[in-house]
Every structure is written in structure tokens, then in C-alpha cells.
């Protein structure tokens, strides 16, 4: 029979994962390597325990830090100066402090690196995107430690709210605009990161647009933009240099800070935007009303997601569970990049 956890210690862990309670607690406290093999195992044995560790367990009780952190892959680009304001508006209006951190998952496998955000500084998270790994959630949330999600969603049986904004049917929009309205039938994908949702969701959108007018699907027409714009400057600048590339007519950024990679490219080579390639982005960012031409993209919401994530995140600080499943609606904003003029 499994223990209640209000009886269950770091010994009884320890003894029933077959390790020393010092492995167990190097474990806890992320302060010296715990091979993955064994990490696994204690983390089993914890969640057959529900043993709640009695530091993380004082600290969810008296959260005297007053601070949230928030988790991010990068600051690099526009994209996060609204979700960050979102964000700290609500935290400020709380009375509590934000934290924010960069974080590269796979430095914090098996190397005894700290990770710079958790119930040591914390009294809950944030978490962007894939900053963690799933197992480095589910391993947080086995804790206790409260976390809401951003623009990404748990695994399988992991109980945590997230947010995000709605992409298939925006990317879908904005690709059949390309199509029906511009005549457009080669249009490059500027992927975003690898494994990230919304790129895989606004790829999804992509497909599902030429599969609705009959046009093949072309890997050739796919490139990696990461959602930066150097990334993407790069990747389609080396495209442009091969003799025999593919022919293209219009190019989806995948996001705005790529968009301006992509107008660097084709300027240098003497396209111009929109008479011989039409450009799309996603996000609305600031900047995009201020190219030249004006970007064609589609409008998310980021502000609002940063709030609706930090409200949620003390929705559980103050002991209720907000919606697991926050999705924000986003709308298609034409611009002349495409070949419109505004309207």
C-alpha cells in the first residue's frame, strides 16, 4: 500500500530506489549529476510515494520569495517585448517580483548544472515554449512546484495549464490568401525551430492550403527560418545562390522577425517585395506595420497571452486550478507584402 505523503521521507525514497539519501537529494536540489538511468528511478519512486520533499512543501505553504519566474528559450527577437509586458503587468499588480531566465535543456541532463529557475528562488513558473524538456516538466510539476505553460502544451497526463494562440486555421488563411487572390503556387516555408508546436501547427496550416487547391506539397519549397531573422536571412540566401534552385513566387516567414531576413535576401539579389515575391509573416509584431513594404501577417494576440498565462499561475499560488486549455484567437492583417494594397 502506498504511504501518505505527509509520512513519507527522503529515506523511504532512498531505500525503495535503491540509492543513498545523498543521491536522492543531489536529485532534488540539481546540484551535482544524477545519471538519467537513476534520475528516472527516483522519480518513480517519489510519484508511487507522492512524496512531497519537505522544502518544496514549506515553501508552496509560506511562499515568502514574492517571485515568479519565466523561462525562456532566447530574447533575440520583437516577439517577446509584448509577452513580457503582459507578463510583468500582472506580477507588478500582485505585489511580486518577476524572474527571468534563459534555458538550454540539455545542459541540465546529467552534468550537475543547477537550473536557474525552481522552487530554490520561485514560488511558481512560467514556462515558454521548449525551454524545458517534457520530462523536466513533468519532473517540476511531480514537485509541485506550480507552472503554467506557454505556447506549448503538456504531455499526455500532465495536468498543467497553458496558453497559446490559435495557428493552423490562421497559416491556412493567410496561404489560401496567397493562392486565390495573388496566383501564387510556389510558396516557401520558413520552418520555425525544430519540435516547437506553433511551428509545427503553422506548417500544418501551410499544407492544409495547398492540399485545398490541389497543389502538391514540395520539400524542396521548405526551408529553416527558426524564427529568427538572421536564421532565416542565411537559409535563404544560400537557397538563392544555387544555380538551379527551385522556382518560387512567395514565401511565408513563418514569423515576422524571419520576414526581415527574407526581405534582406531578396533585396540583395534584386527581388523586390511584392511585384516579384510576395511575403508573409505571423505575429503582427511592432515592427511589421514599418517595413517596406508594410508586412501581410497575421495578428496573435502576445500581450494578452503573457496575461492570461501569469493569471493563471496565480490562480494556482492562491490555491484554484484556472482552465488547463487556454487558446488565444488570432486574425489575418493584409498589408501591401503580399501585393494588396491596405485596407
Request: one cysteine or more; aromatic letters at 6%.
Amino acid at each position: 500500500m502506498t504511504k501518505r505523503s505527509s509520512s513519507v521521507t527522503i529515506r523511504d525514497v532512498a531505500r525503495q530506489a535503491g540509492v543513498s539519501v545523498a543521491t536522492v537529494s543531489r536529485y532534488l536540489n540539481q546540484n551535482a549529476p544524477v545519471s538519467e538511468p537513476l534520475s528516472e528511478r527516483i522519480q518513480q519512486v517519489m510519484e508511487e510515494l507522492a512524496y512531497v520533499p519537505e522544502a518544496t512543501a514549506r515553501q508552496l505553504a509560506l511562499r515568502k520569495k514574492h517571485t515568479i519566474g519565466l523561462l525562456l528559450t532566447n530574447l533575440h527577437n520583437d516577439f517577446f517585448a509584448p509577452l513580457l509586458a503582459g507578463i510583468e503587468g500582472v506580477v507588478s499588480e500582485k505585489g511580486y517580483n518577476l524572474l527571468v531566465a534563459t534555458c538550454r535543456p540539455h545542459l541540465y541532463s546529467d552534468n550537475g548544472v543547477q537550473f536557474p529557475l525552481g522552487s530554490h528562488n520561485t514560488d511558481g513558473m512560467l514556462v515558454f515554449a521548449d525551454s524545458l524538456t517534457d520530462e523536466q516538466i513533468a519532473r517540476f510539476h511531480a514537485r509541485r512546484l506550480p507552472m503554467v505553460l506557454i505556447h506549448k502544451t503538456p504531455a499526455p497526463g500532465v495536468q498543467i495549464p497553458f496558453v497559446t494562440v490559435e495557428n493552423k486555421a490562421a497559416s491556412r488563411k493567410l496561404v489560401d490568401h496567397l493562392i486565390t487572390v495573388h496566383g501564387c503556387g510556389r510558396i516557401i516555408l520558413m520552418r520555425g525551430p525544430e519540435h516547437q508546436e506553433d511551428s509545427y501547427w503553422r506548417e500544418i496550416g501551410y499544407r492544409a492550403a495547398l492540399d485545398d487547391h490541389g497543389i502538391p506539397f514540395d520539400e524542396s519549397l521548405i526551408l529553416r527560418g527558426a524564427f529568427e531573422r538572421e536564421v532565416a536571412y542565411n537559409t535563404l540566401k544560400t537557397f538563392l545562390q544555387e544555380p538551379n534552385h527551385p522556382p518560387f513566387d512567395a514565401v511565408f516567414a513563418g514569423d515576422d522577425d524571419a520576414a526581415i531576413g527574407i526581405y534582406d535576401a531578396l533585396r540583395e539579389v534584386g527581388l523586390r517585395v511584392p511585384e516579384d515575391v510576395r511575403v508573409v509573416g505571423f505575429d503582427d509584431s511592432r515592427m511589421a506595420p514599418f517595413l517596406t513594404p508594410p508586412l501581410t501577417t497575421v495578428r496573435a494576440p502576445t500581450e494578452q497571452v503573457g496575461r492570461s498565462a501569469a493569471h493563471h499561475l496565480f490562480q494556482l499560488l492562491e490555491g484554484s486550478l484556472p482552465e488547463l486549455a487556454t487558446v488565444h484567437a488570432t486574425e489575418m492583417i493584409i498589408r501591401q507584402s503580399c501585393g494588396c494594397q491596405d485596407v
